[in-house]
């Protein structure tokens, strides 16, 4: 990949492990400001454990990470401060309601309801998490990023899931616009996107062994 500016997040020479497994080694990558990566690869190739390790949440790993040329684990806080990470979780808290989730990330009450309506759950901002639908609770941890000042960087884990068409291409848009403000976007995704200038890393080019994995009495690739 040519880096378009300076490298804000560096990977080189990176392997990870899970349950005693290693995943992929020889990664190198470098995302820049204003860039995004896609991240793909068959499932159990480690597309998580990846951004999982990125965040600081998994140690299982070798190599080097580095935010803006600083090497981790120094650079981790630093980097955090700067981030927007939403996973499968989403990290929405049940026993809130979605305006007071957004404004738990720190968001003035006008702004989390301006968020809630740009992903369609006006009307739900009172209602307890705990009482909306997959989809509707994906949309809230989605709605961090329509706040304003929102990171510069942001690690995304199937931020399309659950999302219908409308949903999708309003994503689309607001990554679109992240990037032309000297964003960076990670992201897994299993559906294609909508993304000028779109890298790619596949971990299944990086992968030491295949597992095999028995279903139904059939082998299939893991």
């Not at 706040?147 to 942001?154: I, Q, V």
């Not at 899931?161 to 897994?188: C, F, N, P, R």
């Amino acid at each position: 990949m040519t880096p378009k500016s300076p490298a804000v997040l560096q990977v080189r020479d990176f392997a990870c492990e899970r349950d005693g497994r290693r995943l992929f080694e020889g990664l190198d990558f470098s995302l820049c400001r204003g860039a995004a990566i896609q991240v793909k690869g068959c499932n159990g190739a480690g597309k998580t454990t990846l951004l999982r390790t990125l965040i600081g949440s998994n140690s299982d790993f070798s190599g080097e990470i580095l935010w803006c040329g600083n090497p981790f684990p120094r650079a981790l806080r630093e980097m955090r401060e700067s981030l927007l990470y939403i996973g499968h979780r989403g990290g929405v808290r049940a026993g809130l309601t979605p305006l007071e989730n957004l404004t738990w990330y720190g968001a003035d009450p006008e702004s989390a309801l301006q968020a809630l309506d740009r992903v369609e759950l006006y009307g739900f901002e009172d209602s307890l998490c705990h009482s909306l639908s997959a989809g509707q609770n994906r949309r809230v941890a989605l709605a961090r990023m329509f706040l304003p000042l929102a990171p510069r960087l942001w690690i995304l884990d199937e931020p399309l899931a659950a999302l219908d068409v409308a949903g999708v291409a309003a994503l689309e848009k607001q990554m679109s616009a992240h990037l032309d403000k000297g964003g960076s976007i990670l992201l897994t995704s299993h559906q294609p996107l909508a993304l000028a200038g779109l890298d790619f890393i596949d971990l299944s080019d990086f992968a030491v062994e295949k597992s095999f994995v028995d279903i139904g009495g059939e082998h299939v690739i893991d």
